[in-house]
């Protein structure tokens, strides 16, 4: 079945459950308790973290003070660990007789191939029998986060009496930005813009891509990362071909991938964000004429290489803590014998890590302006003297790639680590040469939006540059819409034929998911 159909079904189950749970069914004075049981996940793949979600969105989204309460999920799992055995009804009552719950909600996640089957059943504990019993299936992960979504609204909006409609991204939606081309003009008629001049898909999960020339030949090289590897591609006959494949050892965990020449010998250097356990463990590559040798290593800097206005291209470091998170302010690094050193600390706004800005004379008048991704993933804007001036309504950005954080103060005694996402990349550029530079960042949609903390699940993305107009940003040209994550993009001339283009990697197939992980490389003309 098609998406649709299991949100439809399970509107239906959801609005059973209003019925069931509604005043009219007899609400007793004080509240009823719901108990939501951990879903079985039937699957090869280990999705212990999806079971997380659905049973942290459903307790979350359906408590209603002095009507319904949901019982508190530690209290849950420990009776549930103490049944032994698959879930079934028996059991279900079981638990919520033992935990003295009037109904109980439980189900179960079977993933076999591409085919994707939810169930879930609602349990009147006193009555010992079964209210309702739902079941859809559909081709892919990509109906279940909305299904169980929808679930959650419908009964928000009915039994707490609040309005929040379920929105799905429908085929029209940006249909003004056109549907193909390199750069779509918002609001004008897109059609007749030339589609993609190359396009390549490899078996791989990328987590971001830049571009330079590493050997000084004068032409540039693609490079990209995923979680443990460097690959370095060269163009050649309107095609790239690996050059090079660098495998991590220690156990890698590339984040973040920048190029350039920082010290002027011709050949760009490869920066790379490594993660460890609990810390950083950052290095540098140059190519020597016959292979690319690490020049820096063990850095415990969390490195990015931006251009910072009047010094020009530099690299960034922020220092990570014991727990895992930033900590202390952004600095200014130079090269010092095989080491980064500080030169300075950078004065930016409260929410600025060294991921998540960039800075440039927004306005064409000569003042420089910080755009940030805050930690929700709304873009800001700040004037020089670091004061707000604009926060968008929607969330930008959208990363796969997280810093485990133990949260010293969180009231769990199991400490389960938080998942910091890394900010997609920012920056600017002057896409239409009129001296003002443009915002660009990827907004990827996710039909959950922003509810789980611990993963992300993206159906699509594009690029956006973005304009200020004095009043806020504005989207005045976007890439076309991509599937999955959109994960890096920059603008520069990768096959080395003297014009600028649009070059994009987003990831289609992640690698805790069914079957292997797949990206996506596009490239488009842009002049």
């Not at 000569?366 to 993933?377: A, C, D, I, M, R």
């Not at 599937?483 to 003297?498: A, H, P």
């Amino acid at each position: 079945m098609k998406t649709k159909t299991i949100v439809r079904n399970l509107t239906l189950f959801a609005l059973s459950v209003l019925f069931l749970l509604s005043p009219v069914s007899g609400f007793s004075e004080g509240p009823q308790k719901l108990a939501v049981l951990p879903f079985t996940m039937n699957s090869d793949r280990d999705l212990d973290f999806l079971r997380e979600g659905i049973l942290d969105m459903l307790s979350s989204r359906l408590a209603w003070k002095d009507k319904l309460e949901i019982i508190e999920k530690g209290v849950v799992k420990k009776e549930f660990s103490a049944v032994p055995g698959p879930m079934n009804e028996a059991k279900a009552l079981i638990i919520g007789k033992a935990i003295g719950a009037d109904f109980v909600i439980f189900g179960s996640l079977t993933v076999f191939g591409e085919s994707v089957s939810l169930d879930a059943k609602i349990l009147d504990v006193k009555k010992s029998e079964v209210l309702i019993t739902a079941y859809d299936q559909s081709k892919g992960m990509d109906g279940v986060i909305p299904t169980v979504n929808q679930f959650a609204e419908n009964i928000n909006a009915k039994i707490m009496g609040k309005d929040i409609p379920y929105k799905e991204q429908q085929p029209g939606e940006f249909a003004q930005q056109g549907g193909e081309g390199a750069l779509v003009n918002v609001g004008r008629d897109a059609a007749g813009t030339q589609k993609p001049s190359f396009v390549k898909r490899y078996k791989l999960e990328i987590r971001g891509l830049d571009v330079g020339d590493l050997d000084g030949d004068g032409k540039n090289e693609l490079v990209f990362i995923d979680k443990t590897s460097v690959h370095i591609y060269k163009w050649e006959k309107k095609s790239p071909y690996l050059f090079k494949n660098i495998q991590g050892s220690w156990s890698p965990n590339y984040i973040y991938v920048t190029v350039a020449d920082l010290d002027g010998n011709g050949k760009a250097e490869i920066y790379i964000c490594n993660l460890t356990a609990t810390n950083a463990g950052s290095f540098v590559l140059e190519w020597d004429g016959a292979k690319f040798k690490e020049i820096i290593h063990g850095q415990t800097w969390l490195i990015r290489v931006v251009d910072l206005p009047g010094k020009g291209k530099v690299v960034l470091g922020q220092r990570r803590n014991a727990e895992g998170n930033y900590m202390g302010g952004v600095h200014r690094l130079k090269r010092q014998g095989n080491e980064l050193v500080s030169v300075e600390a950078l004065n930016l706004p409260r929410l600025g890590n060294v991921f998540n800005f960039a800075q440039s004379d927004l306005s064409g008048k000569g003042s420089v302006f910080t755009t940030l991704l805050g930690p929700w993933e709304h873009l800001q804007v700040y004037n020089p003297t670091g004061g707000r001036l604009w926060k968008s309504d929607d969330f930008f950005g959208g990363s796969l790639c997280y810093m485990a954080w133990m949260d010293p103060d969180a009231n769990d005694e199991a400490q389960t680590a938080v998942r910091i996402f890394i900010p997609s990349p920012i920056f600017t550029y002057d896409v239409n040469k009129d001296g003002k530079k443009e915002v660009v960042i990827c907004k990827n949609h996710s039909k959950a939006g922003r509810l789980f903390t611990d993963f992300r699940w993206f159906g699509s993305g594009r690029v956006h540059f973005m304009e200020w107009d004095e009043a806020g940003l504005v989207s005045q040209w976007t890439s076309q819409k991509l599937s999955g994550t959109v994960v890096g993009y920059q603008v520069v001339d990768v096959d080395n034929d003297g014009l600028k283009e649009l070059v994009v990697a987003n990831v289609t197939s992640e690698s805790y998911f069914i079957g292997l992980p797949k990206s996506q490389l596009t490239v488009y003309d842009l002049e």
